[in-house]
């Protein structure tokens, strides 16, 4: 049975539509935009070193936040909303709290002198301890409001109560960790929002069928915008993603978790992320998911047969171009979303 009724689809699809076209074009101005800001960072996966505008995650924040308007603007003068608009004001609030954090690091450039008069731009970045701290602030408005339901159900443990333990604790521990962990799985062309997609899909079947309207409003706003940005950063990118994205991405993740009803089914679907987490923390997190760039395109691991990441582990099947290892990944996310809704059907969730 369907958790809203089926006229209410219109309220969930047109928002995604403007969410859709707002990202298409905000990319496409960002584009040009940071060029002449000077925001860029460098791709090193190609023959050539190219300098690419960074901060992509800007333009997807700004869909998702538009599509929550539409919605809001709806319920105010066409429909009456389904929907809490403190709840939807407390995710948009989120939203653009992590994103600017990862705005931050983004932006967060120095220079040093070089021979003769000129001055190289570096990539400084916030520092490692900054970012976990940092980013619980797009927790903060989930917090406040008491999002989501004490009462989880988690794979194999079954209902647990949680309490004030979930709004004050779980909850921002997973948008550090969430976000954070998001944030370590990239490097390659279209790796980052290609597995995105397949995961906002993945909510946006369970929590349109299983879970609830929130969620699937917000899984449905996700997926149109990545989509959206995904022809951007697809092999050959025209635009990095940048850390703006992923922690704008991580924090929503847990948004449509925690105010979707989807917790058991998310946690399942977010195991690669957990994976490279812990990949990167056998390398103490001074490793990198890059490979070394051969001359018939394809890449080899730094670190030889040793496994840092996920993609170091892709990079070892075989003779990998880079849109290849991007594609495996993605693969590979599709396979635990298979999984959650296996696990769901057969009762374990």
């Given amino acids: 049975m369907l958790p809203f009724p089926y006229h209410s689809y219109l309220t969930v699809l047109i928002p995604a539509i403007i969410s859709f076209l707002t990202t298409f074009y905000a990319t496409k101005f960002l584009i040009n935009y940071f060029y002449g800001a000077g925001i860029i960072d460098e791709d090193h996966n190609k023959a050539k070193v190219l300098k690419l505008p960074s901060a992509g995650g800007v333009a997807v924040a700004f869909g998702l936040i538009i599509g929550i308007m539409t919605y809001i ?12 608009v403190s709840q939807l004001m407390a995710v948009a609030l989120s939203i653009m709290l992590i994103t600017f954090v990862g705005f931050l690091d983004d932006i967060n450039v120095g220079t040093k002198g070089v021979v003769g008069t000129d001055l190289k731009r570096l990539k400084v970045g916030l ?42 604790l779980i909850l921002p521990l997973a948008v550090i960790f969430v976000s954070n962990a998001f944030n370590l799985l990239g490097g390659f062309d279209g790796l980052q929002p290609g597995m995105a997609i397949v995961a906002s899909f993945g909510l ?113 099947i075989g003779k990998m171009k880079e849109y290849q290892v991007a594609n495996y990944l993605i693969g590979f996310e599709a396979f635990f979303v298979v999984v959650a809704f296996a696990l769901y059907f057969a009762g374990l969730l």
């Fill in 204 to 316: 946006l079947l369970y929590t349109t069928f299983f879970g609830s309207y929130i969620g699937a409003l917000l899984s449905a706003l996700l997926f149109a915008t990545l989509l959206a940005f995904w022809p951007f950063n697809k092999y050959i990118a025209k635009i990095i993603p940048g850390d703006s994205f992923t922690y704008c991405i991580g924090g929503v993740l847990v948004a449509i978790m925690a105010v979707g009803n989807a917790e058991a089914f998310g946690l399942i679907i977010f195991i690669p992320w957990m994976i490279e987490f812990f990949l990167h923390l056998k390398g103490r997190f001074k490793v990198t998911d890059l490979g070394i760039r051969q001359k018939d395109g394809t890449f080899k691991s730094k670190y030889g047969r040793k496994v840092y990441s996920l993609t170091h582990l892709v990079m070892n």
């Fill in 73 to 84: 603007f709806g319920g105010t003068f066409a429909f009456i909303p389904l929907l809490s």
């Fill in 127 to 168: 520092k490692q301890w900054q970012k976990p701290l940092l980013t619980v602030i797009g927790a903060i408005p989930l917090m406040a409001i008491n999002a989501g339901i004490s009462t989880v159900s988690l794979p194999f443990l079954g209902v647990v109560n949680l309490g004030l333990i979930y709004p004050l």
